[in-house]
């Protein structure tokens, strides 16, 4: 019994990463609210289950709340473009499926194309905003160099953070019936199983680019 309740056993352990992921959930949402704080929120969360994971820091909030300030600045200017692109996008595909839903058009491949390359982009950008510091520019041409390394992890990534939205959007019921777990996990399960598949890109990445993705050459922590 004292070795099934000891701080290393798999059962406390568990225990742990539920809880944290439970406070960040919690924290992401609070801080999401505003929607244009939706980029720091999640770098916020990516931070802090980087450190968890990698045993660095075992906290959450205070954690979260000093990645938040740091990355607000810079996540916020990436965020805003991003969110308007996304509105842009939508329109462009309802537009679509209006006037072209049984015709081919070329439109019709360059949203997909664009729509490829911005998904790419929001799934990946706020997850290395919360690992490493770099320009923006940087940090977009490494969701592509990051993406293409690690083909089927981060298209995996990239259908994990595809979707909660998409359920949110065209199962509205599903989400009201089951809405306790969404305010207390889902989002932040989500990102928790991001980051520990991100971890594991950010090694492989590094070592495939000499060392590329690393604090030497540009990329320092938060």
Request: aromatic share 14%; net charge neutral.
């Amino acid at each position: 019994m004292r070795k099934i309740l000891s701080y290393d056993s798999v059962l406390v352990r568990l225990f742990n990463t539920v809880t944290n992921i439970m406070l960040v959930n919690i924290l992401w949402i609070l801080c999401s609210i505003p929607i244009v704080t939706m980029g720091a929120a999640t770098t916020a969360a990516y931070y802090v289950f980087y450190h968890n994971i990698t045993g660095e820091d075992e906290a959450v909030i205070k954690p979260f709340f000093k990645a938040f300030k740091q990355s607000f600045t810079q996540a916020t200017l990436l965020w805003l473009p991003l969110l308007l692109i996304g509105v842009v996008l939508v329109l462009d595909v309802m537009f679509l499926l209006a006037n072209y839903m049984n015709t081919f058009h070329v439109l019709w491949i360059a949203t997909a194309v664009i729509g490829l390359l911005y998904l790419i982009v929001i799934s990946h950008c706020f997850a290395i905003m919360g690992r490493f510091d770099a320009p923006i520019k940087l940090l977009i041409r490494n969701c592509l160099l990051i993406f293409l390394l690690n083909f089927i992890r981060s298209f995996a990534i990239l259908l994990l953070t595809v979707t909660l939205p998409l359920v949110l959007i065209f199962m509205p019921q599903l989400v009201t019936d089951t809405l306790p777990l969404w305010l207390i996990l889902m989002f932040g399960l989500s990102i928790y199983l991001n980051a520990r598949m991100f971890l594991i890109s950010f090694d492989k990445s590094a070592v495939k680019t000499d060392g590329m993705i690393t604090e030497e050459n540009g990329y320092d922590s938060i």
